[in-house]
């Protein structure tokens, strides 16, 4: 089970609120259509060519959603994949710490750990993922291109969060 909600803060009115359950493969494509709906684009006229900016870049937030779906421990009950939208950040929980002798460290390096083989063998063969380990460089690498602050990694004993800083969209 994933949870999607949007707020100003975390004391303030849920503004909009979805579970997303089910086949993952079926899932996992109607999450990041949902996701968009909340990543608004502007332009500005460069040279005579159209620009454009999101307030997250979509590779991203897609990396960051089914890297979430893909490492969490799935033996904590009663957690489901958690994505909470503020105005100035997204943030990605994902149920279960950092497994085995992974660090954050060695991720933003690109040294990968599959927690669950079986899921990753299955979210590869319908190419969401590829098994190389760059989806953190590659996180940081596309928030960087798009005017975006640098990514947020944090790892908890029951969690590990990614929090996507807003780019230059902020007030869109």
């Known amino acids: 089970m994933?949870?999607?909600?949007?707020?100003?803060?975390?004391?303030?009115?849920?503004?909009?609120?979805?579970?997303?359950?089910?086949?993952?493969?079926?899932?996992?494509?109607?999450?990041?259509?949902?996701?968009?709906?909340?990543?608004p684009r502007a332009f500005d006229e460069i040279k005579g060519q159209r620009e454009e900016r999101v307030k997250y870049p979509e590779f991203a937030v897609r990396e960051a959603v089914v890297n979430a779906l893909?490492?969490?421990?799935?033996?904590?009950?009663?957690?489901g994949v958690r994505i909470e939208i503020f105005q100035d950040r997204m943030v990605v929980t994902s149920p279960g710490g950092l497994s085995n002798t992974q660090t954050i460290g060695r991720?933003?390096?690109?040294?990968?750990?599959a927690r669950n083989p079986l899921l990753l063998q299955y979210l590869y063969d319908y190419r969401y993922v590829e098994r190389l380990g760059r989806s953190?460089?590659?996180?940081?690498?596309?928030m960087k291109s798009n005017g975006n602050k640098v990514p947020e990694l944090a790892d908890g004993d029951t969690y590990?969060?990614?929090?996507?800083?807003?780019?230059?969209l902020r007030n869109v």
């Open 107 to 113: 991720m933003k390096t690109g040294i990968s750990y």
């Open 70 to 79: 893909c490492h969490r421990d799935y033996t904590l009950q009663g957690a």
């Open 136 to 142: 953190i460089p590659k996180i940081f690498a596309s």
């Open 2 to 39: 994933w949870f999607f909600w949007r707020l100003r803060t975390r004391e303030s009115k849920v503004r909009d609120h979805r579970t997303f359950s089910g086949a993952l493969i079926g899932a996992l494509p109607l999450m990041i259509s949902f996701l968009a709906n909340y990543n």
């Open 160 to 168: 590990f969060q990614v929090t996507l800083p807003a780019g230059g």
